[in-house]
Structures are given as structure tokens and as C-alpha cells.
């Protein structure tokens, strides 16, 4: 059985810095894609950052701010968090799949339960 489990979030003032991490059970780092989304109040879930043999991609409004790093000997995923933004504030899910042509597309089949970051001005 895989899980997925987000952590790190917390309520932080506009400018400071957050570390997520994403540890996982069930499946082996190392062959699977990753991805990090938000989803903020009354609005859908959009993916913000993936890493995919490597390869790093995110979407503009984060390029700069956010990073995207596993370390696959613990089995961990995160996102690095920096200058954060009242707009930031969401709740942040990790995913994870076998499959490149699934993450390129920014399909997952597995998910976490996320974790809520809040930034205050």
C-alpha cells in the first residue's frame, strides 16, 4: 500500500520561508516521478512544481521562490519555500507516479492528505 504523507506546513509572515516534505511508504523514490500542488480556498487544485528523472519544472508564478528536490535514499520529497506571498496560502499535496508519460502530463495516481500553509501580511 502506498502513502503519502506532507508535512512542514504552518502559519507564516509574507517574506519568510517554509520547507515541505513529503515522506513515503510503499513505493521506491527512485522510479517514481513527483509533483507538488495547492489548492487554496474556492479554487482548484493546480499543479506548482514536478521533478521527473531529474528534470525540475514549475509554473511561472513560483519560478524563483519555490525548489524541488527528493532525496530518494530517505524517501522523501520536498519543496522549498521562499519570499512567501498572502497568495501562497494553500493546501499544499504531494503526488507521485510510476509513469513520465502520466507526470508530464500532470496525472498522478497517488496522493497525499496535504498540508495547509497560511502566510499573514
Known amino acids: 500500500q502506498v502513502l503519502l504523507v506532507e508535512s512542514g506546513g504552518g502559519s507564516v509572515q509574507a517574506g519568510g520561508s517554509l520547507r515541505l516534505s513529503c515522506a513515503g511508504k510503499g513505493l521506491t523514490y527512485s522510479t517514481y516521478c513527483m509533483g507538488w500542488f495547492r489548492q487554496a480556498p474556492g479554487k482548484e487544485r493546480d499543479w506548482i512544481a514536478g521533478?521527473?528523472?531529474?528534470?525540475?519544472s514549475y509554473i511561472d508564478s513560483v519560478k524563483g521562490r519555490f525548489t524541488i528536490s527528493k532525496d530518494n535514499a530517505k524517501n522523501t520529497l520536498y519543496l522549498e519555500i521562499n519570499s512567501l506571498k498572502p497568495e501562497d496560502t494553500a493546501m499544499y499535496y504531494c503526488?507521485?507516479?510510476?509513469?513520465?508519460?502520466?507526470?508530464?502530463?500532470?496525472?498522478?495516481?497517488?496522493w497525499g492528505q496535504g498540508t495547509q500553509v497560511t502566510v499573514s501580511t
Open positions: 503526488a507521485a507516479d510510476t509513469s513520465s508519460a502520466r507526470c508530464v502530463r500532470r496525472m498522478y495516481i497517488y
Open positions: 521533478i521527473n528523472n531529474g528534470r525540475t
